[in-house]
């Protein structure tokens, strides 16, 4: 026999797969002489053999009594066996494999009792029930098939869009929910304090109060000063905390449910990561889906498969010319990168400051014709939508020559727009706070405030519907008509902007957000306004764009998406937190003159009657709870929270490392026994051939037409 030559494997010099040891199982199931050589039991093994490995694997298993139990292994794991109570359709095996299993199923059900057969055939069904219902369910998602139509087309990164502007529209919807239940309902159904004006449309009123949120607008329940107390009038329930309540619950519910799709597509795209890859085989040979029976759902399976290779092979070609780099050449692109950084620092600088010019002269719109003073108003949100329609332009040409990969060139471009948008409605906001009180110090400073953010969210809106309607479709249709004319050809083939759409959408999110207290029917115009959305750009990706030539991964982007949400609500949460804090700490000059919080009182003090009404317990741990006292223990509490969490990451992570290790030797197993039964049948082969050769030798040659009968050597051998 021939001598075997080993081969190396690099996942041998993990340092979890040479601790691993034979199981017991192996032992049993293995005892042969080849088993022994195997490349999996040699790498778990130290440097010298192990004397009496088998008798000490005899002696764990207690003789073949064990050996039997064993070798029946179905049946001895218990009724607990997960895998038993799936049902066979959900069983990654092959066609025999799960006839096998069915087989071992009814011979086990028939060594059980009744009461655990019918325990365990209930289960499988109830499993299978809610299987079928989460796929009837899923199909009954609105746009589902708007999104496999896109993603079929466009790929995962436009369909990443839209899904994420799906999520926001079922966001906004549950914050309608919230404020029907918390503020709009106990208003409706209690009524408002008797001082209250009827709710009318005066002579003074015109339609230009719906875009500039004043007269019959501001007196309606969209803004602040509608909800002043009423007939609910008890220390602890009662309009103002209520209204208070509700605003925090639904800043509270959504920082819950970001913070789940921000960590769940964190994990996905850690798992999908580079380390976690698929090969090309498997989305070549295994990617199809063999129950599309539709022409166009098949079209469409063949460009999820086309723009996934080509997302794949543009990945890898950009990892190979990044290896290839010089140290000079490493040195002159992170030089050229740090001067681009200064370019763009200086260009959000001078955005700031054309933000803070457009607040000022808004401020003096008043005394003008009508028209001037509506552009007045609108200025700072003209200015804003200027500065964000035309900057993250500038930032995607910068990046382009950064040398990133396609998708880091969108990641990167996504987080310099993002800091645009949300420093530039925080400077607006801090402008807003530090003037509107001193130039109107009478009015309602809340529905001041709650009117700008009305005119952001109602302009943000037009600005999407004339972008598309008046620049996008004018170009397509002058690319259709005249496609040879030089303007079509310098204005180019429009391509869907995922970066720029995306950050209008947070935009607007965030604008929700931040006005929720001030403007409670705002998350029900930002919901009409995404639903609206969603269907505009429908008619600009499949309209008026082109597949983009480079694909980007959008599982990543996603977890970029909700993560720039995440901000956008921590900066809503600290301009509330700075608004209560600034009418605490200037009572006489920032008090609420209208709303739930009118008539000299305060969020501060309606909840410290409601606390003093409580029981002496109650109010003693809410004292502790709001003191700083319990800040120490939260702190130790989050840092064992975070510390188990660590902890459980890196033992997961040694389980992977393990389990890809069994994989590169499961493989290497492999190879060794296809050569060893090669090297056993040649010998087989040897003799028959010498015999052959030997009997043509000594056969006299026959005519054509005959052919020789066997010879009889053959037949002996």
Known sequence: ????????????????????????????????????????????????????????????????????????????????????????????????????????????????????????????????????????????????????????????????????????????????????????????????????????????????????????????????????????????????????????????????????????????????????????????????????????????????????????????????????????QRVRLYLLRFVLNLLVLS??????????????????????????????????????????LLLPHMFRKISSFEDYSFTMQVNATLVRSIFLKLASLGIYLFFIFTTEHRQYPFHCRENMFGREMYKLCIFNFLATFCNVFLLNYPRKLLQEKYPSSLLARLLGKQRFLIPFNVLDLVYSQTVSWVGVYYCPLLPLIGAVTLMATFYIQKFTVLRCCVAEQRMFRGSSSSVLFHFMLLLGLLMAATTLGFNLYQLEATPDQNMSSCGPFGNGESVFNVTGVCVNSLPSPAQTTLRYLASEAFVLPLILAEIILLTSYVSRGRANQKAIERLKDMLVMSSSDKRFLVKQHATMLRPRR??????????????????????????????TH
């Not at 059980?112 to 219902?133: C, D, H, L, T, Y």
């Not at 803070?356 to 401020?363: D, S």
Request: aromatic content about 12%.
């Open 1 to 328: 026999m021939e001598e075997h030559n080993s081969v190396n494997f690099m996942r041998l010099l993990s340092e979890e797969s040479t601790r691993s040891t034979v199981s017991s199982d192996s032992c049993e199931y293995y005892q042969t002489e080849i088993f022994d050589q195997l490349p999996s039991i040699q790498a778990s093994r130290p440097e010298q053999d192990r004397p009496g490995l088998w008798e000490a694997c005899e002696a764990h298993q207690g003789g073949p009594e064990a050996g039997e139990r064993i070798s029946h292994g179905h049946l001895s794991r218990g009724p607990k066996d997960k895998a038993f109570t799936q049902p066979l359709r959900s069983l990654v095996m092959c066609l025999q494999g799960k006839r096998d299993a069915r087989y071992r199923r009814k011979m086990q059900i028939s060594n059980i009792g009744f009461w655990e057969s019918w325990r365990r055939s209930q289960s499988i069904n109830r499993k299978r029930v809610w299987a079928q219902m989460g796929g009837a369910l899923s199909d009954l998602l609105p746009w589902q098939h708007t999104l496999h139509t896109i993603e079929g087309r466009f790929g995962v990164g436009v369909k990443a869009y839209f899904v994420f502007l799906r999520y926001l529209v079922y966001l906004n919807l549950l914050h309608c929910a919230l404020v029907w239940a918390f503020i709009l309902g106990p208003t409706t159904f209690y009524g408002r304090s008797n001082s209250s004006e009827p709710l009318m449309f005066g002579g003074n009123d015109s339609v230009l109060d719906f875009f500039q949120g004043s007269g019959y607008l501001d007196r309606s329940p969209v803004f602040f000063g509608f909800y002043t107390r009423g007939s609910l009038n008890l220390l602890c329930l009662n309009t103002p905390l209520l209204y208070l309540a509700g605003t925090l619950i639904i800043l509270f519910l959504s920082l819950i449910l970001v913070v789940r799709r921000t960590t769940v597509g964190y994990k996905h795209t850690w798992m999908l990561g580079k380390r976690y890859s698929m090969n090309v085989s498997y989305k070549i040979f295994c990617g199809w889906d063999f129950t599309i029976q539709d022409p166009a759902a098949a079209t469409l399976k063949h460009c999820f498969i086309r723009n996934d290779l080509k997302l794949f092979l543009e990945e890898e070609s950009f990892s190979v010319r990044e290896a290839q780099r010089t140290l000079g």
């Open 686 to 715: 040897k003799p028959h051939r010498v015999c052959s050769a030997a009997i043509e030798e000594e056969a006299p040659p026959q005519p054509l037409e005959a052919p020789p009968p066997p010879p009889s050597g053959i037949l």
């Open 347 to 388: 260009l959000l600088g001078g955005a700031f400051y054309l933000i803070y010019f457009a607040t000022k002269t808004a401020q003096y719109g008043s005394g003008h014709y009508w028209l001037v003073s509506l552009v007045l108003q609108y200025l700072p949100p003209i200015t804003i939508t200027f500065v964000n």
